[in-house]
């Protein structure tokens, strides 16, 4: 079994995104699920933060900002998606691009458009 940072909470949010596919389905626009997973991350007592804004630089120099779906305690950025079919591979250079921006560890691409809820984990 492969051993990471963070593994237990994104566990966890997985499971809470398993659990609100089953019960809503496909076909929502994204802020629907996203608005699901805030409840499930409330009710675990489990902190977040809703479209948190990271800057990005470049030769120390701050050249623009970017908003990630949501930040869960300060350690998972979750980057949500509502896209059936295939996912573009842009969405998985954009989670990646956000934990080095962010200098945060781990990341989840959850994509709920399609019959079965797609997940993608990152570790930098």
Same mark, same amino acid.
């Given at each position: 079994m492969e051993v990471y940072e963070n593994r237990? $909470?994104?566990?966890?949010?997985? =499971? @809470?995104?398993? *659990?609100?596919?089953?019960?809503?389905?496909? %076909?929502f626009p994204e802020k629907i699920y996203a608005n699901a997973l805030k409840i499930k991350l409330h009710k675990a007592? $489990?902190?977040f933060c809703i479209e948190k804004e990271f800057a990005v630089e470049f030769e120390n120099q701050i050249i623009g +900002? @970017? #908003?990630c779906d949501l930040v869960v305690e300060n350690k998972v950025i979750?980057? $949500? +998606? &509502?896209? &059936? =079919?295939?996912?573009? +591979?842009l969405f998985k250079s954009q989670v990646i691009s956000y934990l080095k &921006?962010?200098?945060? *560890?781990? %990341?989840l691409l959850i994509n709920f458009g399609n019959s079965s809820c797609e997940i993608? #984990? @990152?570790?930098?």
């Open positions: 237990e $909470l994104t566990q966890i949010i997985i =499971g @809470f995104c398993y *659990k609100i596919h089953t019960q809503i389905g496909p %076909g007592n $489990l902190e +900002k @970017f #908003r979750v980057e $949500l +998606k &509502a896209v &059936a =079919g295939f996912q573009p +591979k &921006a962010s200098n945060i *560890k781990t %990341g993608n #984990r @990152f570790v930098v």
